[in-house]
């Protein structure tokens, strides 16, 4: 079982570039067409947060558009960048956006593995917060899969990561702190996976392994020095890929969108080593 991730799309209205520099659409588009040509396909995609850029219909309406394409479903999540009220009112064919109130919250099952996806965001705010009715939904949940391997979605990392204007927006600390205490009850959540912070990041959280993910497009620059400047960078465009098996649980590979030269043979057809 494959279940793809991406992130931080930051779909802008046709024609406009983020940062006046980033065409992100185009980049979506081909990560699309790259999700769509592998082999074996992705079950689901999942994508955590920053939808589009300005949160406005138009730009939804062109998400809707470059996501079309794909041949397996796709399931969003909300992060700082988005709106609730607009995200439903384009993607009104998607009815487990619909289940929470105010939340975009829902779980669903991709082939053995029970995804569910958490609304961590606080409107006009860069940062995130899980209030007290998000987590006890959460709590719920995990209780009624207990046993069942998951992975919990939320847009942002619940953890510091060392890139300080990123830290400084993540989930608040203590928000973090309980979610912790309900993931570390659970110890069939195999994963808990975010965005926000476009960059490629493992780090040991409540008894498992958090994770964030590389952006389609711009990623963040890395720069660890204590006051390091806000800034992206035009690295490779990348995504994940969580392989889960009953026998090894999941297993998380990156994949860039851009394929690279090869594949090039390791061994001669006699079967030694090409030297």
């Excluded at 699309?32 to 955590?48: C, F, G, K, Y």
């Excluded at 607009?86 to 929470?100: C, I, N, P, S």
């Excluded at 959460?138 to 939320?154: D, N, R, S």
């Excluded at 994963?191 to 490629?200: A, D, L, T, Y």
């Amino acid at each position: 079982m494959l279940l793809a991730q991406i992130s931080d799309l930051h779909i802008k209205r046709p024609g406009a570039l983020a940062y006046r520099r980033v065409d992100t659409s185009a980049y979506l588009q081909r990560c699309v067409a790259r999700l769509n040509a592998m082999e074996p396909r992705p079950d689901a995609v999942v994508v955590t947060g920053d939808l589009v850029d300005l949160g406005s219909l138009v730009e939804y309406e062109a998400l809707k558009r470059l996501l079309a394409p794909l041949t397996m479903p796709v399931y969003l999540l909300v992060g700082n960048h988005d709106d609730r009220a607009a995200l439903r009112e384009v993607f009104d064919g998607h009815a487990y956006l619909r289940g929470e109130g105010e939340f975009v919250q829902y779980a669903v099952d991709v082939g053995a593995l029970r995804l569910i996806a958490l609304d961590s965001q606080t409107p006009r705010q860069s940062g995130g917060q899980l209030c007290d009715a998000r987590l006890a939904w959460l709590e719920a949940q995990l209780t009624a899969c207990a046993g069942k391997p998951v992975v919990v979605a939320l847009h942002h990392p619940p953890f510091v990561c060392g890139i300080g204007h990123m830290d400084r927006q993540r989930l608040e600390p203590e928000s973090a702190r309980r979610l912790a205490e309900v993931i570390g009850r659970f110890p069939n959540v195999e994963r808990v996976i975010c965005g926000h912070v476009h960059r490629p990041i493992f780090t040991r959280f409540a008894g498992t392994v958090a994770s964030a993910v590389p952006a389609p497009a711009h990623q963040v620059a890395l720069d660890l020095r204590p006051n390091a400047p806000s800034a992206f960078r035009l690295e490779p465009p990348a995504f994940a890929v969580h392989q889960y098996a009953a026998d090894t649980g999941v297993v998380t590979h990156h994949a860039y969108v851009d394929e690279g030269e090869g594949p090039y043979p390791f061994y001669e057809t006699d079967g030694t080593l090409i030297d």
